[in-house]
């Protein structure tokens, strides 16, 4: 499979205006006079399904020809891509399984059903539902939408990096999360089409940072996954990535790692200064500025990816008036 060219994110925007949001960017006042800077963020949690994956995953599926929608969509994941799809698949009239291991929580379930999707619980880990998605493609012809390493899914991603320099034209820095590299990848390539001076910053978390590791070591690496306040950033980013690993060296300016404490502080500034309740995944551009790990060189972006945050363990960050262990 080919990258994505700045070709594929215009034709993206095309095929997935009428089912995705074009989200605000609003200027922070609170971030700018804190940082002396102008910092301005990309309100990409207000997106449909509640993350950005709704854009990549709608996508995908819509530039499938239409005998192989007829036959369907899968994915293994709990999280905001198996969300996304399930919504994407239903609003273009696609039967869609999303499967899910026993591990996973009854609310992911229902979550997945409620978006009027199949959600298959199989198997006791991520992997074994993996090999049920895999039999779905072999056996009844289904098409596996991964989450991130697809052209498609990266090209849909880019079109949140489009609505930011369209808002942004003089944007000097973009603070993205990082995990299997979509979301960047497309962003990046969208950005520096536009704008080659503007520096875009991956942040990840410390504890288990898959495409840091690959970086540094040149090739895709596994690495221990561990709990983390961003859990929407673990996982890895497959040993055989085709896409996206090759896409976040050649375009990243920069990856930045945060510890559980500074996670917490951007869920917190994001709550208290900023009126938003997100994801720790999504709070990561935030938390890199006000831990000085970032620099805001020119007008700064950061992107805030999605909002489905356990009520509970928000309340708990929030309310926590020591730094957050995790
Ligand atoms: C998936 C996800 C990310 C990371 O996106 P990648 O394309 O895997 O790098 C960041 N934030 C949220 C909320 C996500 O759901």
Not at 79 to 93: I, K
Not at 259 to 280: C, L, T
């Amino acid at each position: 499979m080919t990258a994505p060219d700045f070709a594929d994110i215009l034709a993206a925007r095309r095929r997935i205006a009428a089912h995705v949001r074009r989200t605000p960017l609003e200027r922070s006042a609170a971030l700018s006079s804190r940082l002396g800077g102008e910092i301005h963020l990309k309100l990409e949690h207000r997106q449909v399904t509640g993350a950005f994956k709704l854009r990549g995953a709608a996508n995908a599926l819509l530039a499938l020809p239409e005998a192989r929608r007829r036959a369907g969509v899968t994915t293994a994941s709990t999280g905001n891509h198996g969300r996304a799809l399930a919504h994407a698949a239903r609003a273009a009239g696609v039967p869609a399984v999303i499967c899910l291991s026993r591990l996973a929580p009854a609310n992911k379930v229902a979550g997945v059903e409620a978006m009027g999707a199949e959600a298959r619980v199989i198997g006791e880990s991520q992997d074994e539902a993996m090999i049920e998605a895999e039999r779905l493609v072999a056996e009844e012809g289904m098409t596996l939408i991964p989450p991130f390493d697809h052209a498609d899914v990266v090209a849909g991603q880019g079109t949140c990096g489009l609505e930011i320099v369209e808002d942004l034209p003089d944007v000097g820095t973009v603070l993205v999360p990082l995990s299997g590299g979509g979301l960047i990848a497309g962003v990046a390539l969208a950005v520096k089409t536009a704008r080659p001076r503007a520096r875009v910053v991956g942040v990840s978390m410390t504890r288990g940072a898959a495409m840091a590791a690959s970086l540094a070591a040149g090739h895709p690496v596994e690495v221990r996954e561990e709990e983390t306040l961003a859990d929407s950033l673990g996982g890895g980013v497959g040993l055989d990535n085709r896409v996206t690993f090759a896409m976040v060296r050649d375009l990243v300016d920069e990856v930045v790692l945060l510890d559980e404490a500074e996670i917490a502080e951007g869920i917190r500034w994001a709550y208290a200064a900023e009126g938003e309740v997100i994801e720790g995944g999504a709070a990561v551009g935030i938390a890199a500025l006000l831990a000085g790990k970032a620099a805001p060189r020119g007008p700064t972006v950061a992107l805030l990816s999605g909002r489905n945050i356990d009520l509970g363990l928000h309340r708990r960050v929030i309310c926590s008036d020591t730094p957050w262990e995790g």
